[in-house]
């Protein structure tokens, strides 16, 4: 399971409230060790949303918006400020309606040049999901 990346800092937190919804307390170390092995953070140290927006690197971005949505640095610059000051888990719908497209298309847009230019977390993401389905 992904939790979003601000709440690494919480781990042990996290991990404690799962193991009060197991009903079977007996076999707490066993319990412990499930979760630990299964609990994994997405990037980042904000939620999600945040950390796409506000990446450090926005050259995908650029390339990705002039090709498909034929805009410029300028106006990436523009939309990604704005969408990165919404507040929580707005800033997909604040980039949405700036470029007055439908929030799931320009959240797709936005995820992917956010993984283009930190392609370590995409594969790390991909390897954990592949690790527990093969």
Do not use: C
Request: aromatic share 12%; net charge negative; hydrophobic share 40%.
């Amino acid at each position: 399971m992904f939790l979003d990346g601000d709440k690494l800092s919480k781990r042990t937190e996290q991990i404690s409230q799962f193991l009060k919804a197991f009903e079977n307390t007996m076999e707490q170390q066993e319990s412990r060790d499930w979760v630990e092995k299964r609990l994994h953070f997405l990037p980042g140290d904000k939620w999600p949303e945040l950390w796409i927006v506000a990446h450090s690197s926005r050259q995908p971005f650029y390339e990705r918006f002039r090709r498909e949505l034929q805009m410029s640095k300028a106006e990436v610059d523009d939309m990604l400020d704005s969408a990165s000051r919404a507040g929580k888990h707005d800033e997909f719908y604040e980039a949405a309606k700036l470029l007055a497209r439908d929030e799931k298309v320009v959240a797709n847009y936005l995820i992917k040049s956010a993984f283009e230019s930190a392609p370590e977390e995409s594969q790390k993401i991909v390897g954990i999901i592949k690790s527990f389905l093969g």
